[in-house]
């Protein structure tokens, strides 16, 4: 396979992640890396595939996929997936008023560490308050 169809199909497993998180996840660079390296590019075509499937053509719609997948990520205590999904649910239309009802919500399914993790991840994505110096 030629370099520049290895590319092409590497970017377009990209794009879908653009298109429903807004950006590439670093873990994700990095199986993409792998797989281009130890050629098993299709299976990462695959699980992306899979995803947009999921993703795009459910009843939920974008912005509530990504609100249950924060809430979900919340209650299972995965921080790092559960941010990515709080900024995909935001680039799919959510406002922070509706990640602290998920974050509300996983107080009651899964306790104050969901609840709490919820509230660390939203208080991330707001601007600084005025008079807020970095410490």
């Known amino acids: 396979m030629s370099d520049d169809t290895l590319a092409s199909r590497t970017e377009a497993v990209r794009d879908r992640y653009r298109s429903t998180l807004g950006a590439v996840p670093g873990g994700v660079e990095e199986r ?5 390296e ?8 695959a699980i992306a595939a899979l995803r947009h499937i999921v993703l795009t053509d459910n ?6 996929q990504q609100l249950v997948h924060f809430g979900q990520l919340l209650a ?8 990515i999904h709080a900024q995909g649910a935001l680039h799919a239309g959510a406002g ?3 990640l602290i009802g998920v974050a ?3 107080l009651i399914t899964a306790g104050v560490p969901a609840y709490a993790l919820g509230t660390e991840i939203i ?6 308050a005025d008079g807020d110096e970095a410490v």
Do not use: Y
Request: glycine share 8%; net charge neutral.
């Open 32 to 36: 993409l890396r792998l797989a281009q």
């Open 38 to 45: 130890f050629g098993r590019l299709s299976t990462e075509e």
């Open 59 to 64: 009843a939920l719609g974008a912005r509530v």
């Open 76 to 83: 299972l205590g995965r921080a790092h997936p559960a941010r």
């Open 96 to 98: 922070i008023a509706d």
């Open 104 to 106: 509300e919500t996983a």
């Open 123 to 128: 208080a991330e994505l707001l601007p600084p």
